[in-house]
């Protein structure tokens, strides 16, 4: 009853008028990048971030996270319609929603996505709204030993489930965790590796590299990509699903509600994974297998479900613990920080009302959303009709706007433009670019809570190994390793990397 009464808090917040237009200049925003390839949520969430400098926290925090989840809904749109991904967890959705518009069901394809992801975004907040303040309680006990060992097994969880080989992963860990290094010391202030540039004191910028890594070099891939491929507007009468459909795709939206959420908790899973999860144990649990490929709605729906609930419940690793657990929440992580809030376990005391709005604010985003994608799926379709030779541009020109007016510093737009090309020329050659910015939105916090124990404990490393939270996290980072070593012998993590791998076109899952 006690969260009841938050969560009551939380609605006063978010249905004021300015919350409520943020949060649906936010939802817009989010669908409409979605459905453009090369932008998506990262670059979308990115591209707005210098407009909430001036906001409240609680306002920034929630156009933000419309953003976040209104992408995962708009994605979905522009996989079944032309078979673009507009994000890399719709790429599942590519398998059976294309399948199922080429043969004129486009209409309960798109329905049931939509459906499947409110349901699975709204059991996710539910479950973030149960068991958020719980393990934050907990966390209140955790100190800086045992977060240094909970951030190293965010990255270990990371090394597992990329779908990149493992010394690629390794090496984009390391990569990151050493341009983290960059700047004025976390400790002392004095200047690491900036050789003598002013501009590098705040060491390399999170926007231009992460908008660089994930942005410009998707579009950089897209350019290589051959063939068009002509997207199908669906007519409004052809929309609803049959009674059949709705037999098939409810189980599966069920299932794929609790895999999504179970998945999202976990520091370092991204959606990816867990789409594909789900449409494994659909297609395990199927009457007949074969129709998977061809046209099954229960692909759709699961994936779908499973996509969205990994939404809401990666929140609760980045609120409780302060660990983005995908890439994508690391810009709400850097949001909160420009307002001087602090995810973690004092969050909820601290700054109620931007945890409980931003709560609140999930739950109208899930309606907004279901609103905007069934009536205006034509217009948002009409995008993709511009010609390739005009929209590359204007995306490419979005970024380098977005990019210069977070600081207004011709430095990031070449850090961006770096960025870009090496992204492509990593995902070219297979590594998975999700790490790295992993690694380097969490290499200043290993290095604070690493020396802070030592400094604590007086230099004695035994300090690492010593109180219940230490000890539990060291079992997970063992267990972590012996699955690890598993997966190595048996060629599992080759089997799941290479279906992946052929799925996507690229190794990048964030």
């Known amino acids: 009853m006690e969260n009841l009464g938050h969560l009551l808090h939380g609605f006063a917040v978010a249905l004021t008028w300015k919350n409520l237009l943020y949060c649906l200049i936010g939802c817009v925003w989010g669908t409409a990048v979605g459905m453009l390839p090369g932008l998506g949520p990262l670059a979308g969430m990115a591209l707005l971030l210098p407009l909430t400098f001036n906001l409240d926290p609680a306002t920034a925090v929630i156009m933000l996270a419309g953003i976040f989840y209104g992408a995962m809904y708009g994605g979905s749109t522009?996989?079944?319609?032309?078979?673009?991904?507009?994000?890399?967890?719709?790429?599942?959705?590519?398998?059976?929603?294309?399948?199922?518009?080429?043969?004129?069901?486009?209409?309960?394809?798109?329905?049931?996505?939509?459906?499947?992801?409110?349901?699975?975004?709204?059991?996710?907040?539910?479950?973030l709204t149960l068991f958020a303040p719980l393990l934050a309680n907990a966390m209140l006990r955790v100190g800086p030993a045992a977060e240094f060992i909970l951030m190293v097994l965010a990255l270990f969880v990371v090394a597992f489930v990329s779908s990149a080989p493992m010394l690629k992963t390794i090496a984009m860990l390391l990569l990151g965790l050493a341009i983290a290094t960059i700047g004025l010391d976390p400790l002392t202030a004095w200047p690491r590796f900036t050789y003598g540039l002013i501009e590098l004191s705040d060491?390399?910028?999170?926007?231009?590299?992460?908008?660089?890594?994930?942005?410009?070099?998707?579009?950089?891939?897209?350019?290589?990509?051959?063939?068009?491929?002509?997207?199908?507007?669906?007519?409004?009468?052809?929309?609803?699903?049959?009674?059949?459909?709705?037999?098939?795709?409810?189980?599966?939206?069920?299932?794929?509600?609790?895999?999504?959420?179970?998945?999202?908790?976990?520091?370092?899973?991204?959606?990816?994974?867990?789409?594909?999860?789900?449409?494994?144990?659909?297609?395990r649990l199927a009457k007949d297998p074969r129709q998977f490929g061809q046209g099954a709605i229960a692909g759709v729906a699961g994936p779908e479900a499973a996509n969205n609930a990994t939404t809401g419940s990666s929140m609760i690793?980045?609120?409780?613990?302060?660990?983005?657990?995908?890439?994508?929440?690391?810009?709400?992580?850097?949001?909160?920080?420009?307002?001087?809030?602090?995810?973690?376990?004092?969050?909820?005391?601290?700054?109620?009302?931007?945890?409980?709005?931003?709560?609140?604010?999930?739950?109208?985003?899930?309606?907004?959303?279901?609103?905007?994608?069934?009536?205006?799926?034509?217009?948002?379709?009409?995008?993709?009709?511009?010609p390739r030779q005009y929209q590359t541009p204007s995306i490419l020109l979005i970024c380098l706007v977005g990019v210069y007016s977070v600081n207004a510093n011709p430095m990031d737009l070449w850090v961006m433009v770096a960025a870009g090309i090496v992204g492509y020329l990593l995902r070219k050659f297979g590594f998975d670019v999700a790490p790295l910015l992993l690694a380097l939105v969490l290499g200043d916090r290993i290095e604070i809570n690493f020396r802070r124990a030592l400094s604590i404990s007086g230099g004695d490393y035994a300090v690492f190994y010593q109180g219940t939270a230490a000890q539990i996290f060291l079992g997970l980072l063992v267990m972590i390793l012996v699955l690890q070593l598993f997966a190595s012998t048996t060629g599992l993590r080759n089997r799941l990397a290479n279906r992946v791998g052929g799925a996507t076109g690229n190794p990048n899952s964030g």
């Not at 209409?107 to 539910?126: D, E, K």
């Not at 390399?204 to 199908?232: N, Y």
């Not at 507007?233 to 069920?254: F, Q, T």
């Open 78 to 127: 522009t996989s079944i319609l032309a078979r673009i991904p507009g994000e890399a967890a719709s790429v599942v959705t590519c398998i059976d929603g294309y399948e199922m518009a080429r043969k004129g069901r486009a209409g309960p394809a798109l329905v049931v996505a939509a459906i499947g992801s409110f349901i699975g975004g709204t059991l996710s907040v539910i479950g």
């Open 203 to 283: 060491g390399i910028g999170f926007v231009p590299l992460a908008i660089g890594l994930f942005g410009v070099s998707e579009i950089l891939l897209d350019l290589d990509r051959r063939g068009k491929v002509e997207p199908i507007k669906p007519k409004l009468r052809e929309l609803m699903p049959n009674l059949g459909d709705v037999r098939d795709s409810a189980p599966a939206i069920g299932r794929g509600s609790v895999i999504g959420f179970l998945f999202g908790v976990i520091p370092g899973i991204s959606h990816v994974i867990s789409t594909f999860v789900s449409y494994a144990v659909e297609k």
């Open 317 to 386: 690793p980045l609120l409780v613990l302060g660990i983005p657990a995908i890439p994508v929440t690391a810009i709400l992580l850097s949001a909160m920080m420009i307002h001087r809030v602090q995810p973690g376990p004092q969050l909820i005391s601290d700054h109620p009302g931007v945890f409980w709005g931003l709560i609140a604010s999930m739950y109208i985003g899930n309606g907004i959303l279901l609103l905007l994608n069934l009536p205006l799926v034509g217009l948002f379709v009409s995008l993709l009709r511009i």
